[in-house]
């Protein structure tokens, strides 16, 4: 592996796909300082959301769903409707699926709640109206992927699952390998993500990885100079100026107001 900068570089530039999996991923010391890092930030800044105060399996997939293409802000006060309307599998699978989607507007993208509703209506057919906790079975519902699938076990079962969205990815891209195309690499950045989960804590590890790619480490302005990654990170040593356009803009970094959160897109996986 080679050290650029005090970086653990753990893929070369000209490859966009990594070949053999184990030489690509960060050693031990390098996960270590990544969790340390990850949820130490988490515990002063990570956002307090309704549905990091549940582990109602129903409640997480709902939340999950909503958020993959829309703002938090916007997704809270839905959230909270969509649970007084139908507050379990049992209820939603039994409301008329129009009414279902005027229920969902104006969040958009309606195939989601027609997904949910199925969802809803197999967990009731099949289980009883729960869901599973084991990856496999609850993959073989249609609307749940790989993404998905994991948030429901870290976040409703709390059991060690890694999770792999588009948030998450740029961070683990960005951290970890910093070359090549990210968009090439799917099945890489689930092992890394897999790699560097913690055998403890996974629920807030998740959550700020997530908080830390909508808020920090952005797709167009990372804001390199307030991230607690900044110091092991292969992009920020390629890019040493990126933590200028954060810096130059007057207040201390870490009392500056948060941008903007950023949907998050579950394309990986
Ligand atoms: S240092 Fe910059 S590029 Fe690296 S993870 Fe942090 S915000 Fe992202």
New binding site residues.
């Given amino acids: 592996m080679a050290r650029r900068q005090g970086v653990a570089v753990v893929a070369r530039a000209r490859h966009a796909r990594p070949r053999g999996p184990a030489a690509w991923l960060p050693d031990s010391a390098a996960r270590r300082r990544f969790r340390a890092g990850v949820l130490r930030w988490y515990r002063r800044h990570g956002r307090d959301l309704p549905w990091r105060r549940t582990g109602d399996p129903y409640h997480i997939l709902v939340s999950e769903i909503m958020l993959q293409q829309t703002q938090v802000d916007r997704v809270r006060p839905k959230y909270e409707e969509w649970l007084s309307k139908y507050p379990s599998f049992a209820a939603l699978a039994a409301a008329d699926e129009d009414e279902v989607v005027r229920t969902w507007y104006p969040l958009g993208y309606n195939i989601r709640p027609r997904r949910l509703h199925s969802i809803a209506r197999e967990a009731v057919a099949r289980f009883d109206g729960r869901l599973p906790s084991d990856e496999s079975t609850l993959r073989s519902f249609k609307g749940i992927g790989a993404y998905t699938a994991g948030a429901v076990r870290a976040f409703a079962f709390r059991e060690r699952a890694a999770i792999l969205d588009t948030n998450v990815a740029?961070?683990l891209w960005?951290?970890f390998v910093?070359a090549g195309d990210p968009k090439r690499m799917t099945r890489h950045l689930w092992d890394v993500s897999r790699a560097v989960l913690p055998h403890r804590h996974v629920f807030d590890f998740n959550q700020a990885l997530m908080d830390?790619g909508a808020l920090?480490?952005?797709a167009r302005r990372?804001?390199?100079a307030?991230?607690?990654?900044?110091r092991s990170?292969?992009?920020?040593a390629r890019?040493p100026d990126?933590?200028l356009v954060t810096a130059r803009r007057g207040a201390p970094p870490d009392r500056r107001r948060p941008p903007a959160d950023r949907a998050r897109r579950v394309r990986p996986g």
């Avoid at 307030?226 to 900044?230: E, Q, S, T």
């Avoid at 990170?233 to 920020?236: D, E, G, T, V």
């Fill in positions: 740029r961070v960005r951290v910093a830390l920090v480490c952005t990372p804001r390199c307030i991230c607690p990654l900044a990170c292969a992009w920020r890019h990126a933590s």
